[in-house]
């Protein structure tokens, strides 16, 4: 068996400090693209690579509890029929042998998709592949297992009646963010180097700015989604993954982004993520909006001394940054609630009708759910019109700007089970962008102090619609500034 090489330039280190003090050694440090290299040069086999993931789950996620299933013996399976592949002289795709988990809202075939709902818990599996999924093995990744969620994505924390509570690798005591925490949690303490997420309001970003990740929400269609069932929050979600660095995102994105005839709302690629990530660099000319509370958001003092640091940053590329104090003028989150508790309701009502259920949902979600019910289609179009509003309000930006610079998150990552000085607004920033359907991108900006842990805190871009490669470019760049 072939030792894992050391991490080479392909995927350099951060400045200390930079891996999460508690993670399984395993394949931290390592990127999907550099890992996918040595398997197709021959120096590292898809089983192997598969079972560093699976020996590095089963000592990380003791703690972390970031898997709901693991799929080892299918999952070793898979890299041996790839490695045979490769043997006879296959091409084995851009991601060969790379681990990859996938976020328990989307379908893996043979594996059940339970969405944090204990009444799916004795689901029939998946029949077949979600889309992504499907993309992503084509390309040569081995699926390892699922990994936790909140109960159908709703909230900033990860963590279901079902599962429990996901930790964060950089602080066990805290939340690894939410929805799409378990993923993160996975590839930040280097279990898998590449996860699936899905941010219908921040649940890529979110966890991707708790976890010192690169977090990247496309265009809204530029991942397809057309699975059996329909996207439960429509227009407001896209699905994307997680990885350690923009470089291995823009991989990742390159395979997974593309039209499909499965989904009607789908758009073709615009251009290729990995080339704009290739030509980061010098900023010059770069206009750039820093809104530090987007016009009604309240960041604490670490969060805003962390993003205005990695603002200073952005000048020293070339970047021309002016402040622009006012984005919005009060709090889109009732529009976002509306739409997005609707779908929620209906999800959960096709598992099981007793939505009260006290061991099925906590207070808060059971509360939404009503709230789902509640709102009439006269509201529901009143909400669609909101999200105009706001996509008028951000069209004004980018007549002016090329990028808007805000906070991920107001606050940094609450302790599990406990809350944030904010309440539930420490996630004021992330479903703008959601509901205008605009590329918004989390880059790691430093780490915060807070009663005892070191805690990442994440810098938001966002582009107009279909601006993605430029706005990958920019995230890269900046990325490398603050290595």
């Known amino acids: 068996m072939h030792a894992l090489p050391a991490a080479g330039s392909a995927n350099p280190p951060l400045s200390a400090p930079v891996r999460p003090p508690i993670h399984a050694g395993g394949l931290a440090g ?4 550099e890992l996918a290299a040595l398997v197709r040069a021959g120096l590292l086999s898809p089983v192997e690579l598969t079972e560093a993931a699976l020996a590095a789950i089963g000592t990380a996620d003791r703690t972390l509890n970031a898997f709901v299933l693991v799929d080892g013996d299918r999952a070793v399976e898979a890299a041996r029929r790839q490695a045979g592949r490769i043997a006879a002289g296959e091409d084995p795709g851009p991601l060969a042998g790379v ?81 799409s925490g378990g993923s993160a949690a996975a ?9 699936t997420g899905s941010d219908g309001g921040g649940s890529i970003r979110i966890p991707a700015s708790c976890c010192a990740l690169a977090g990247f929400k496309p265009t809204t ?72 509370t987007l016009g009604y958001a309240t960041p604490t003092p670490p969060v805003l001394a962390a993003c205005r640091s990695a603002v200073k940053a952005l000048s020293g590329l070339g970047a021309r940054v002016d402040q622009l104090d006012e984005v919005l003028p009060a709090d889109p989150v009732g529009t976002w609630l509306t739409l997005v508790t609707a779908g929620i309701r209906r999800d959960a009502g096709r598992a099981g009708p007793d939505l009260d259920a006290p061991d099925r949902f906590g207070k808060g979600l059971t509360a939404l759910l009503r709230r ?16 105009h509003a706001v996509t008028l309000a951000l069209a004004r930006v980018w007549e002016r700007f090329d990028v808007l610079a805000c906070p991920v998150t107001a606050d940094i990552a609450p302790p ?56 990958m470019r920019v995230a890269a760049a900046l990325e490398a500034a603050l290595a």
């Open 99 to 179: 681990p990859v988990a996938v976020k328990d809202l989307e379908d893996v075939a043979g594996l059940r998709t339970t969405h944090g709902d204990p009444a799916r818990a004795g689901a029939p599996p998946a029949v077949r592949d979600s889309l992504q999924v499907a993309r992503l093995r084509a390309a040569g990744a081995i699926v390892v297992g699922k990994t936790n969620t909140a109960a159908y994505g709703w909230t900033s924390e990860t963590g279901n009646q079902l599962f429990g509570p996901t930790r964060n690798p950089w602080a066990p005591a805290r939340t690894p963010g939410g929805s």
């Open 372 to 387: 789902g019910a509640d709102a009439t289609a006269a509201e529901h179009l009143d909400a669609l019109d909101a999200c």
């Open 416 to 471: 599990v089970g406990g809350r944030s000085v904010l309440g539930p607004g420490w996630v004021q920033y992330s479903y703008v962008f959601n509901l205008a359907g605009c590329p918004a991108a989390s880059v790691p900006a430093g780490l915060a102090d807070a009663d005892g842990d070191r805690v990442p805190v994440g810098l938001q871009l966002a582009a107009p619609r279909l601006a993605d490669a430029n706005l």
């Open 221 to 292: 269609g530029i991942v397809p989604t057309g699975d059996d069932e329909p996207p439960p929050w429509g227009h407001l979600s896209t699905r994307g993954v997680l990885a350690a660095r923009f470089a291995d995102v823009a991989l990742a994105l390159d395979v997974v982004a593309g039209p499909s005839p499965l989904d009607a709302m789908s758009l073709p690629a615009p251009g290729s993520f990995a080339d704009a990530v290739a030509g980061a660099g010098r900023l010059d000319g770069l206009r750039v909006a820093w809104a530090p």
């Open 30 to 33: 390592f990127g999907p693209g």
């Open 187 to 195: 590839v930040a303490a280097g279990m898998v180097p590449l996860a």
